[in-house]
């Protein structure tokens, strides 16, 4: 096939309807799964090879089209009596659950929240969390999630952007927010408390350990209670009304929750350690597409199932797999506002959940718990894992761990980015994990390697990873100019640019070489990847813990010194010992001129608040002392003892 008739079958596929998607993926998966012989295209995008591990019913279903909370109680409807939420041991039904979203509603509505409008959020996944954002949701306001541990500068800056009517705050930052209330375009504050939903004695206990909390001061702030209580006189005819009056310039009820599915649902920010965050818009269709997807996929699960919800709701890893999905799949949520990755062991041995995600982080942790001893697991459907690289040995290592434990699976991997709502790629089953890989697209994805032209690479072929997804976001909020550079268009399709480089298999699985802006240039001009670096240097039997950064030497004017940073298993060892036995260690991983050049050493390395390595700030800190290596030097010294 050339260039032009490629072309012309790309433009060709970009118009297909969803039926008529869905028909070639059904013929695709024959072809993958052996049914059919014929000749494909050698490009993932086109003939998508990850089909062969979804069965035609997942290919063959057409995605929800409607409000993020209009799915979620769609998919509960029938259950009501089942848990929803766990806070605590407070335990909240499908029917409490849809009672509080109403109550919180009527509560928006009197304080003069309608469709479009925009609330700011500064809290973590409390049940009141829950409600507000489903009832704004229904209303078809936005919700604007801003990371409470942001100065009050940061916060007012989000609110203001947004032009929020309303601060919803958790009341251990609620001083700070109430501080920039008057500054702000927002016209109360809605002050949320832990006890607003704990009961008995863990209310007491939790009043007796917390005092001196912010007061509400005066009519421009309100409890949670407060806030419930003005909505109580609103009648159930008005609600109607309110939302009759929404849905009035649409044809019928189909049109417009066709319509509500491709307007903002929420706001999450991203790209923080790397400039000024952006603002990442989230579509109901970004909610809802990859929860579906997910239950269609083959993992194991069941209704009443409960799931450890461990991450904040201003990440969309937080908000959609953490809250939408559970909810949506009928699962029974646990809360943990405030998690402690050191009692995890003992949140697994108490609460025995089928279901949690969390970082690599998190299992290092789990697995040097010396209270894991004994520990069955066997209660474990889905250990998952994603929000940073998980480096193979680590990997290897968890499923040893869970295997040992009687987990009867291995650990799920996955890849996602904010701006495709956190799930894109991940292992659906053991069948087809490969250890070291990230897995596979969701069933309504393509994916491809491309490079910097802009034109795909075949399989294996090494480039930078873009998506195109039902779950893209509709954008950067207030910014054309990053949304563009994020966000391309081709042939009528929205592709991300992940900024990932990876290669694909020809099973489609994806493997993540590292990325881009990481690179590392050597003063030689060849280009060296730390995060490969990095994870295969935790092979050695000296590393506890590892990152590769580019240093600036004194010597070259321009290039980096590929440099790891290390922390030892044992930091009383030398140093210089240390640095030679891990560059002998690394010569027989690499060729001469893809590994580091020098080893540095630290005592700990910094984590991100989410608990990823800082490499923005190692790289910072490191580059104040510059390095001593003189790379011309380096290099003619080594040339002349291979001539000798």
Not at 202 to 214: G, I, S
């Amino acid at each position: 096939m050339s260039q032009n008739q490629l072309e012309d079958y790309r433009i060709k596929l970009s118009k297909l309807n969803e039926e008529e998607s869905i028909n070639r993926d059904l013929y695709l998966k024959k072809f993958h799964d052996g049914t059919m012989q014929g000749p494909l295209t050698g490009f993932p995008s086109i003939d998508k090879p990850w089909l062969k591990y979804y069965d035609e019913n997942a290919i063959n279903q057409e995605l929800p089209k409607m409000s993020a909370y209009r799915f979620m109680f769609e998919c509960n409807e029938e259950r009501l009596d089942s848990y929803a939420i766990n806070f605590y041991g407070n335990r909240i039904t499908y029917r409490e659950l849809f009672e509080k979203i109403e109550a919180a509603e009527k509560g928006f509505i009197k304080l003069g929240i309608r469709k479009g409008d925009y609330v700011t959020f500064c809290t973590p996944t409390l049940p009141e969390t829950i409600y507000a954002f489903y009832a704004l949701n229904k209303l078809g306001a936005v919700c604007n999630f801003v990371d409470l541990r942001m100065n009050k500068e940061r916060i007012l800056k989000y609110i203001n952007d947004t032009n929020s009517k309303l601060v919803i705050s958790y009341n251990g930052v609620s001083e700070k927010v109430y501080s920039i209330l008057e500054s702000s375009t927002a016209e109360k504050l809605i002050d949320m408390d832990v006890t607003d939903s704990l009961k008995g004695i863990k209310k007491h206990l939790y009043n007796l350990k917390v005092k001196n909390r912010f007061k509400c001061k005066n009519s421009d702030t309100l409890t949670w209670a407060e806030f419930i209580k003005i909505g109580e006189n609103l009648s159930d005819n008005e609600l109607q009304r309110i939302h009759k009056i929404d849905m009035m310039r649409f044809a019928n009820e189909e049109e417009y929750s066709r319509h509500r599915s491709y307007v903002p649902a929420g706001i999450v920010y991203t790209g923080g350690t790397t400039g000024e965050p952006k603002g990442a818009v989230l579509t109901n269709n970004s909610l809802n597409a990859p929860c579906f997807q997910y239950s269609l996929a083959d993992i194991p699960r069941g209704y009443n199932d409960k799931f450890v919800n461990i991450m904040p709701p201003f990440i969309a890893y937080g908000l959609v797999n953490g809250i939408q999905l559970p909810l949506v799949l009928g699962m029974e949520c646990m809360l943990l506002p405030k998690f402690d990755p050191y009692e995890f062991s003992q949140i697994l041995a108490k609460s025995k959940p089928a279901h949690f995600v969390g970082i690599p982080l998190h299992y290092e942790i789990l697995m040097a718990d010396k209270r894991c001893e004994g520990l069955d697991l066997s209660f474990i459907k889905n250990a998952g894992c994603g929000g940073d690289t998980i480096p193979e040995s680590l990997e290897k290592d968890v499923n040893k761990f869970l295997n040992d434990h009687n987990c009867p699976y291995m650990m799920r991997c996955g890849f996602g980015m904010t701006e495709n709502a956190a799930m894109s790629i991940y292992d659906i089953n053991n069948n087809m994990t490969k250890e070291g890989r990230l897995g596979i697209p969701m069933q309504k994805m393509k994916i491809g390697a491309f490079d910097e032209d802009g034109n795909e690479l075949t399989y294996d072929e090494i480039g930078e990873l873009m998506i195109n997804s039902p779950a893209v976001i509709e954008g950067y909020h207030n910014s054309i100019e990053e949304t563009n550079k994020t966000i391309k268009t081709i042939n009528g399709e929205k592709w991300i640019k992940t900024g990932d480089v990876v290669s694909i298999d020809t099973d489609g699985n994806v493997k993540i070489i590292g990325r881009k802006k990481s690179m590392i240039v050597r003063p030689d001009g060849h280009n060296v990847w730390p995060d490969v670096i990095g994870n295969n240097l935790r092979w050695c039997p000296l590393i506890k813990n590892v990152c590769v950064v580019g240093i600036k030497s004194k010597h070259n004017k321009i290039g980096e010194i590929p440099t790891a940073i290390v922390v030892l298993k044992d930091q009383t060892m030398d140093k210089e010992e240390a640095k030679n036995q891990i560059l002998e260690f690394q010569s027989h991983l690499f060729g001469e001129r893809d590994g580091v050049i020098d080893v540095r050493f630290r005592d700990s390395l910094p984590l991100t608040p989410i608990g990823k390595i800082d490499t923005v700030k190692i790289t910072k800190e490191e580059n104040e002392v510059l390095s001593d290596i003189d790379f011309d030097t380096l290099v003619n010294n080594k040339k002349k003892v291979l001539k000798q």
